[in-house]
């Protein structure tokens, strides 16, 4: 029940703190977190991505904070598209933001946002393809709401899961009509929209959480946003890369090549082969204790020496050509001096070899 321990929590968030002004320091560009709830047993701590992405900015100067992301089956998406906006405004733009479909049952199936709506990884496999179907089906038309109330001062959307405003309208009001917009002859609320607007223009730049199929990277495709991909086959990261490519560029985009995917994996950096072995073991333990009974595959891993993990990701650039490097890292289950020393020393030997910081300190 390490997930209710008070003691445990506060000692969470004096970690992040650490992590994140280390970050900033030293000229990373982001700092995320996922969304999760019920998590009494402690394994992933961050229940709220809006309220967790203001504690990132608020001890940052230069990071920007990441939700990775707002799992939209479980919320309204106009509260979501307001709610990000408004941090974007607290933050002043240093936010960028992911949307992900929701693997975990407990939760997601507890605050479904429509009647119905499940996980990704139902206890049913009989059932997986239609609750796999339905959950595609909120999501996306989720994410379509999300950036109409973002680009649209007032709007109307009828579709297949929700009703903005409902169909036969809301009550009016006189002010409504003196000084705003949305509301017909009749007193009648046609359209809404959010206030405030983003800060930025027209929006925060989107990713797609950890996408792995290529129906998912064809939806990120036409909307725009870039799938994060923690895969160790190349070959299929480049299908994936050029799939998408592919698809933004026939829904009418002008893709840049380096945004077709952020490619990455877990951080285990240490010339010790005794160490890697271990830091493997403690990595192995977690993903085999709590994700793969989620029906998750374990993420690419980034182990070796300063050299080892560069040519891994020089070989990985060269092949795909991303222009951002997604790094996880031990935060929670290894010793915080750890993790300090293996982000210090990849800033130092490994992010100068790709990139270079732009007038703000950042690596770019």
């Not at 027209?202 to 895969?231: C, K, Q, S």
């Not at 271990?278 to 709590?290: G, N, Q, S, V």
Request: hydrophobic residues 35%; aromatic residues 10%.
């Amino acid at each position: 029940m390490a997930g209710q321990r008070k003691d445990l929590y506060q000692r969470f968030l004096e970690e992040i703190k650490g992590y994140v002004r280390q970050a900033d320091e030293l000229g990373f560009a982001g700092y995320c977190q996922p969304e999760h709830h019920l998590q009494i047993e402690g394994f992933e701590a961050n229940n709220h991505p809006g309220m967790f992405s203001l504690f990132v900015g608020l001890h940052s100067q230069r990071l920007k904070a990441g939700i990775m992301g707002y799992t939209l089956p479980t919320h309204n998406p106009v509260r979501v598209a307001e709610e990000i906006a408004t941090l974007d405004h607290m933050l002043k733009g240093r936010l960028y933001v992911g949307f992900t479909r929701g693997y975990h049952a407990r939760w997601v199936d507890a605050y479904a946002s429509v009647k119905g709506v499940g996980c990704t990884q139902p206890a049913n496999a009989k059932a997986r393809d239609a609750q796999d179907t339905l959950n595609r089906e909120v999501f996306e038309e989720s994410i379509q709401i999300i950036k109409k109330a973002w680009t649209s001062d007032v709007f109307s959307h009828h579709g297949k899961h929700w009703d903005f405003p409902p169909k036969d309208g809301s009550a009016g009001h006189p002010a409504y009509a003196k000084f705003g917009k949305g509301q017909d002859a009749d007193g009648i609320v046609r359209e809404i929209g959010i206030a405030p607007h983003c800060y930025q223009d027209p929006h925060p730049r989107i990713y797609g959480g950890f996408a792995g199929t290529m129906r998912t990277v064809d939806m990120w495709a036409r909307e725009n946003g870039t799938p994060i991909v923690l895969a160790d086959d190349l070959e299929f990261c480049k299908a994936l890369r050029d799939r998408w490519m592919d698809g933004a560029v026939k829904a009418g985009h002008d893709p840049d090549p380096g945004d077709a995917m952020a490619w990455g994996g877990f951080l285990m950096l240490t010339n010790d082969k005794d160490k890697q072995q271990a830091l493997m073991d403690e990595h192995k333990w977690f993903w085999d204790e709590w994700f793969i009974p989620h029906g998750q595959r374990m993420p690419n891993v980034l182990i070796g020496s300063a050299d080892e993990i560069a040519d891994r990701i020089g070989e990985a650039h060269d092949k795909l050509g991303f222009n951002e490097l997604f790094l996880m890292f031990g935060q929670g289950h290894l010793e915080p001096q750890q993790n300090h020393e293996e982000i210090e020393e990849f800033m130092a030997k490994i992010a100068p070899r790709f990139a270079s910081k732009d007038e703000q300190g950042i690596y770019v």
